[in-house]
Structure formats: C-alpha cells, structure tokens
C-alpha cells in the first residue's frame, strides 16, 4: 500500500523539498530546536533526495561498494524553529564531482530561512579512502537537478 511507505519528499525543478515536523525530542527545554539537530533535518534531506535520485545507499554500503561521508559542513542560523513547527528542508546539488557532491540546504518555515548550510559529501570505499561514485549516480544527480 503506497499510502503505508515513508515519505521521501519531492523535486520541484532542481531542488528537493522535504517537510518534516519539529517535535519535542528534536527542541530544548525552551521548545527552540537544539542546534545539532539541524544538521540530523539536513542528513534526512540529503539522504532522500540522493535516494530519489537513484542511489541506493543502503544496498551500496552491504555490498562492500562504498558509502558517503561528511568531509565539511557550513552552517548558518538565523531563526529559531519551535516545537511543532512544519519546516521544509529545501537541498540543492550544487556541485557534482567524480568522487563528491556540494550540497546547499536550507531549513525554512512559511518561507523564511531558519538555517542554511553547505556539506561536502564524500563517496570512499570500505577502507575510508575517496572512491569514484557510481557513474550511474552522477549521471542522475545531474538529470535530477538540471546539471
């Protein structure tokens, strides 16, 4: 049943835009999101909008292939996002390269950015060293975004 499956949120144009609700284990005891927690909206973003791109993460780790890792993160906070807040987590690929993806994400509510960020993913092989992503993949990421 399609209704019963996670939601993995949805391209308009080049961009990803995936809805989440803030709750109460995601804030402090003020009901503001904890600051570290922006960065768990981002990976949920990120992690669907590459799936939805065709990249099966899951099966590419299990079969030895290699995986993604986090080699740089920017991040900006302008607004505080309170419990029960409905956010979108709007990503960008910006930069596709051989071995890496740039990814520009912002996390806004009613349009206003609360937080914005940009994370270099890296794809290494099971040792931890930099590998060639999949060129299936690249070729989608850049379909998927206009690249």
Known sequence: ?????????????????????????????GGVVYHANYLRFFERARTDMLSLCGADLGRSLDAGEGSYVVTEADLKYRRPARLGDALVV??????????????????MRDGAVLAEGRVTVA?????????????????????????
């Open 1 to 29: 049943m399609d209704s019963d499956r996670p939601y993995a949120g949805r391209f308009v144009g080049g961009e990803h835009r995936f809805a989440i609700r803030v709750y109460y284990e995601d804030t402090d005891v």
């Open 90 to 107: 709007a990503s960008t690929l910006e930069k596709v390269g051989s071995a890496s993806c740039v990814i520009q994400q912002r996390v």
């Open 123 to 147: 794809f290494v092989s099971s040792e931890g060293r930099p590998k060639r992503q999949p060129t299936q993949w690249i070729e989608a990421f850049r379909a998927a975004t206009g690249g």
